[in-house]
């Protein structure tokens, strides 16, 4: 039987290496009016590549455990970020999972 697939999580994003900071799906949060703007970025500090033989096929957004936003990419020509305007509770805990095609799926969260 193969081995279950991992999931990756990085708790510590300034201590982490290249290698982590490359597949994290780095979270930011900014104020905008009622809208909070939440970012995640796949390559914050270390660019990961975006060629057809290694690249990230997918971000995903959750509100604790609750999905609510998907973005599939193809490589080249988009890259993997987005920008989503939220309504959410302060104290809401927001966790970002990409997948990389060669290194699996990696999260990342932060506390609104
Ligand atoms: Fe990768």
């Given at each position: 039987m193969a081995a279950a697939p991992a999931l990756t999580a990085v708790k510590d994003f300034a201590a982490a290496g290249e290698f982590e900071k490359k597949h994290t799906p780095f979270i930011s949060v900014a104020s905008e009016g009622d809208a909070t703007m939440v970012t995640v970025e796949v390559g914050h500090e270390v660019p990961h590549p975006n060629g057809p033989d290694h690249y990230i096929t997918f971000i995903e957004l959750f509100a604790g455990m609750t999905p609510i936003a998907r973005l599939d990419l193809s490589p080249e020509?988009?890259?993997?970020k987005v920008t989503l305007p939220c309504a959410l509770p302060a104290g809401t805990v927001l966790r970002a999972v990409e997948h990389c095609n060669l290194h699996g799926w990696w999260t990342y969260e932060t506390t609104l």
């Open positions: 020509v988009t890259s993997p």
